[in-house]
């Protein structure tokens, strides 16, 4: 949904901006807003920010001499509803000091003039703080538009590709794979059909499984062409890292290596994951959450015992070394959330100090204790907290700095939408570049003409 479809279905806006307390005194009063809500959605957030976040910094900031008063104000709505809420605010010169929004909103909320980069009405410390020394310039991405900074990453995530350590031994396949070629992944699902495996790779594809075939799928294999779906003001059409993709797509499905029926159904995803902990998968590329909440052997959804004995991950590869976006070898795809400070903030200096506070090491590993443990912006942190677990270290330490974001520009979900439709059509049986042309054509319905393609 755009932001201006957002404000014409908008119901309830968030509380106005901090204000200075009546009778001229020297109180300050901030106002934090996320879509998270004690005992409902993200409520280890919530509880984090009202008693941790929130008590830690007024007492910090009375150490310093400062009167400040912190209040939360909670959403536990679907992300669209939080959207049209935040977006009325914003519009109206409302909304809190310090509020949480999706990444893959920042393009969009910064040329309706509802964000600003931060450095023009915070100042200079916007762009001195220590903490953007230790976030990857891949992850500081994330936060920004048209290369400046306008929020702070909160957390993000990885693809990498898992695969099954028993089905690879019985394929002569080494436990310790590494493809460094799209070449090297067919030749090992070849193997793994070849020893009986069932599905020897799961690659999403179609629109069944929706935004999850963009970027556990198109987008990061897209990035391992050498391409991007939208770059330099331009969206990429038939050219020939979509071709290639496509024909990568053609002959996973089209040669029996993967199950094009699992990509038509509605629970294709949900399947394929079952799939792959029942042992009927050899090689699946997927995020993070995978091995943190699918087949985590206590808490995931497919638990598997042996994951961490059987559950091997690799990076992703280029096409062929070097032949990646920014001449990578490897590369991945990201989401995640970022935070920012209201441009319409009575106290902007102060609502900045607040955000950097929540980002701060001491907050991070607050917030990650006691089995909310996820992947921080920061590389200190992640250092410390993700010790324990080596895929999550893996990814923070390998992946993060090679990976890739989606377009934050309102029309992105059409683009992807048809990106996941020419998907469908390779996986139905249409020739690559039949399929790319097809989408070229759709996509010059859906960016306004040909002139906003690059093929």
Known sequence: MSVVAAIAAAGLGLAACGQSSGGGGDTVELTIAANAIAGGKNSASAEHIT?????????????????????????????????????????????????????????????????????????????????????????????????????????????????????????????????????????????????????PIQLNAGTAMGEATSMQGALPLLAGAGGEVQQDGKWSGASQPVKDVLGLYQKIYGGGLGDPKLQQEAKGR???????????????????????????????????????QNVGYAMIPAIEPGKGIRGQDFVSMSGGGVRTVNPNSAHPKEAFELLTFMLSPDALREETKDGNMRITPR?????????????????SEKVLPVTAYRPPLAVYPQVSVALQEATAAIVSGTAPDQAAADYQKKLEGIVGGAGNIAS
């Not at 998968?281 to 091995?291: A, C, H, K, M, R």
């Not at 590389?379 to 990814?395: Q, S, W, Y």
């Open 51 to 199: 008693k941790w976040v929130i008590p830690k910094f007024e007492e910090a900031q009375k150490a310093k001499g400062k009167d400040v008063t912190v209040k939360f104000v909670p959403s536990g709505v679907d992300d669209e509803q939080y959207k049209t809420k935040l977006s009325l605010d914003l519009k109206s010169g409302k909304g809190a000091d310090v509020f949480d929004f999706d990444s893959i909103w920042v393009g969009e909320f910064a040329e309706a003039g509802y964000v600003k980069p931060l450095s023009e009405f915070v100042g200079p410390e916007a762009d001195s703080w220590d903490g953007w020394a230790q976030i990857p310039g891949a992850v500081q991405e994330m936060a920004s538009f048209n290369g400046k900074k306008y929020a702070l990453p909160v957390g993000t995530d990885g693809r990498v590709l898992y695969f099954n350590k028993t089905l690879f031994a019985k394929a002569g396949l080494p436990a310790d794979w590494q493809p460094t070629s799209w070449q090297e992944i067919l030749d090992a699902s070849a193997k793994l059909k070849s020893a009986g495996v069932p599905v």
């Open 270 to 308: 949900d399947k394929s994951f079952q799939q792959f902990a029942e042992g009927e998968v050899g090689i699946l590329l997927e995020g993070d959450y995978f091995w943190r909440s699918v087949v985590n052997p206590k808490t995931g959804v497919a638990p598997m015992a042996d994951r961490d």
């Open 379 to 395: 590389t200190d942190v992640n250092k410390e907290i993700l010790a324990g677990d080596p895929l999550l270290t893996f990814v």
